[in-house]
């Protein structure tokens, strides 16, 4: 919670520029006298749906002739998802890291043929809580944390870097956010990663090393991080991200017993670059194997309540079993509390988006749409 309140307290300070509020900072945690400051200065675009599932599915050529690596220049937006950053990188996602849910929706489905629905819920999580609700925009998160320091402020032009609320603790080669920087690449970290390459895996990152390394981090950040938290959603992503490796950095033509090797893993985690001759994954794809991951070392969601080594489960916290309950607590804890007492247009774009969230979740939750603010008129 120290971080919220960190978060607020910088949003405040940023307001007093209001004119210059950026279009793709988020609007979350924003009191309501400052939004009101703010708003008059943006434009509110209705969002338009994202892009239903790919015609061809198959595996193709991704790192082509047209999708060239170009480095992110001292303005480009980077931050904490190396997918992402990725594809900026190489023209799938505009170069400046500034984008829009459905933009990512396409992208992702194009490059790394990640299935339908799970690239559009995790678009509207990380646009409902990170993204400009009223232009649409969303940055991927500050300018070039490889190339430089992050700037100060504005706290909340932050994008995907923003802490808690989808980027999370116990990350693979990103620190945890209490260490100060919660997004750029770490070589230690990474050197550790590589050590249980060779230690489980022959020196490739195997569903072995997903299991061992994710379990490692966990341990790391209980014993180390006073402010530890594995809240949902994190919870989830913190091994969706460790099967995301497997399922989407190795090359779609390795269809038997697929892993990754330490060149190619240092490609996507550090340069966010593709390995040559890159050929996406053959089938779309989802969280393949995230329960045997888990299950290999069980923790369920909860957090260091009282400095280290102080892990407590916190017993109304649905587990990553529970997909459903996870889409639940997101809508009905995490985004009103960023949004408390959403008016007007705000309130209409997060309707919006709430019912764009809800439609790649329907599927698997028939009738279990939630409205926090009510159903729209
Ligand atoms: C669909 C939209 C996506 C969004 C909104 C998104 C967002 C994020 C965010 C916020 C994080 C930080 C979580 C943390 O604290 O570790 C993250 C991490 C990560 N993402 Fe993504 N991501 C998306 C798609 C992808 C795709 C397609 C891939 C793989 C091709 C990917 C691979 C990863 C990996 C491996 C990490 C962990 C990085 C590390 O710990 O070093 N993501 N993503
Ligand atoms: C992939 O495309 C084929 C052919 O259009 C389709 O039958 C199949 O359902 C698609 N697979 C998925 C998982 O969408
Ligand atoms: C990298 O991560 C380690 C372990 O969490 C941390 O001690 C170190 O300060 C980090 N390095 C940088 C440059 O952030
Ligand atoms: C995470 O990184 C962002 C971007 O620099 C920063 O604004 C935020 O304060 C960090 N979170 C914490 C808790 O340090
Ligand atoms: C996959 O692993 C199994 C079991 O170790 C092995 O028998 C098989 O030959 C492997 N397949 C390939 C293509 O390497
Ligand atoms: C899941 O993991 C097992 C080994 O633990 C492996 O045999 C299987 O192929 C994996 N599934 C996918 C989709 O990679």
């Known amino acids: 919670?120290?971080?919220?309140?960190?978060?607020?307290?910088?949003?405040?300070?940023l307001a007093s520029t209001a004119s210059a509020f950026p279009a793709y900072g988020s609007l979350a945690g924003l009191p309501r006298e400052e939004l009101d400051k703010v708003l008059p200065t943006l434009e509110f675009k209705k969002p338009a749906p994202p892009p239903g599932p790919l015609a061809y599915n198959g595996t193709k050529l991704v790192y082509d002739k047209a999708h060239p690596w170009k480095a992110p220049g001292p303005n480009d937006f980077?931050?904490?998802?190396p997918g992402l950053n990725t594809?900026?990188?190489?023209?799938?996602?505009?170069h400046n890291g500034?984008?829009?849910?459905?933009?990512i929706v396409t992208a992702v489905?194009?490059?790394?043929?990640?299935?339908?629905n799970l690239a559009k819920f995790a678009a509207y999580v990380?646009?409902?809580?990170?993204?400009?609700?009223?232009?649409?925009?969303?940055s991927l998160g500050h300018a070039t944390p490889e190339t430089g320091p992050a700037p100060p402020a504005p706290a909340l032009a932050g994008g995907l870097n923003t802490h808690l609320v989808f980027e999370g603790d116990s990350s693979i080669t990103r620190a945890d956010a209490y260490w100060g920087d919660n997004y750029s690449f770490n070589q230690t970290l990474f050197d550790e990663l590589t050590s249980y390459m060779d230690r489980y895996g022959g020196g490739r990152y195997t569903w072995d090393v997903a299991k061992e390394a994710k379990w490692q981090r966990i341990q790391n950040s209980i014993a180390t991080n006073p402010e530890f938290s594995l809240m949902q959603p994190r919870h989830f992503t913190v091994y969706l991200e460790a099967t995301f490796v497997i399922n989407f950095f190795v090359d779609g033509r390795m269809t038997e017993n697929r892993s990754l090797g330490k060149e190619e893993a240092l490609s996507w985690f550090k340069t966010n670059r593709f390995p040559d001759d890159w050929y996406r994954p053959g089938a779309p794809t989802a969280f393949e194997n995230i329960t045997d991951v888990a299950k290999a070392h069980v923790i369920e969601p909860g957090r260091n309540v009282n400095g280290v080594n102080t892990?407590?489960?916190?017993?109304t916290q649905p587990d990553l079993y529970n997909f459903c309950g996870i889409y639940v607590d997101f809508v009905n804890r995490v985004v009103p509390m960023m949004y408390p007492n959403p008016t007007g247009d705000i309130l209409e774009a997060l309707q919006i988006n709430l019912q764009y969230l809800y439609d790649s979740a329907a599927e698997a939750c028939p009738g279990q749409q939630q409205f926090p603010y009510g159903k729209p008129q």
């Open 126 to 138: 990380a646009h409902l809580v990170d993204g400009n609700l009223l232009t649409g925009l969303i």
């Open 109 to 116: 489905m194009e490059a790394f043929n990640m299935d339908n």
């Open 87 to 94: 594809l900026a990188n190489h023209g799938y996602l505009p």
């Open 98 to 103: 500034i984008t829009t849910p459905a933009e």
């Open 311 to 315: 892990y407590e489960v916190d017993p």
């Open 1 to 13: 919670m120290v971080s919220f309140t960190n978060f607020v307290t910088l949003a405040l300070a």
């Open 78 to 81: 980077r931050g904490p998802c």
